[in-house]
């Protein structure tokens, strides 16, 4: 039984930080490329940032480049999600997201899942 879990949310000011954290269990995190993402009331959940299984490999939405940093440890089965400068745009229901990673060249398209998610909100 797969499961993710994210926590870290909250309420701050714009300028603040924040560090969201997703744990996965039920299943080998080194099998699997993890993302964030992000949903406001009426609009569609937008991809934030993602990272490859090994972590070696980041990629950013434009808006958070360079103020958002992706990680992950393995060892502890668990993603995280530094927010710095944080603007009043990023109040978001935030969430994790599993992909299983490939394997022998081929990735199971079905091999996805999601967490319930994290809400932040920042003031301005």
């Known amino acids: 039984q797969a499961r993710l879990v994210e926590s870290g949310g909250g309420l701050v000011q714009a300028g603040d930080s924040l560090r969201l954290s997703c744990v996965l269990s039920?299943?080998?995190?080194?099998?699997?490329?993890m993302s964030w993402y992000r949903q406001t009331t009426g609009e569609e959940r937008e991809f934030v940032a993602g990272?490859?299984?090994?972590?070696?490999?980041?990629i950013y939405e434009d808006s958070v480049k360079g103020r958002f940093t992706i990680s992950r440890d393995n060892a502890k089965d668990t993603i995280y999600l530094q927010m710095d400068s944080l603007r009043s745009e990023g109040t978001a229901k935030y969430y994790c997201?599993?992909?299983?990673?490939?394997?022998?060249?081929?990735?199971?398209?079905?091999?996805?899942?999601w967490g319930q998610g994290t809400q932040v909100i920042v003031s301005s």
């Open positions: 997201h599993a992909q299983g990673k490939e394997v022998h060249g081929v990735r199971d398209e079905l091999d996805v899942f």
């Open positions: 039920g299943r080998a995190s080194s099998d699997y490329d």
């Open positions: 990272i490859s299984w090994t972590g070696a490999r980041t």
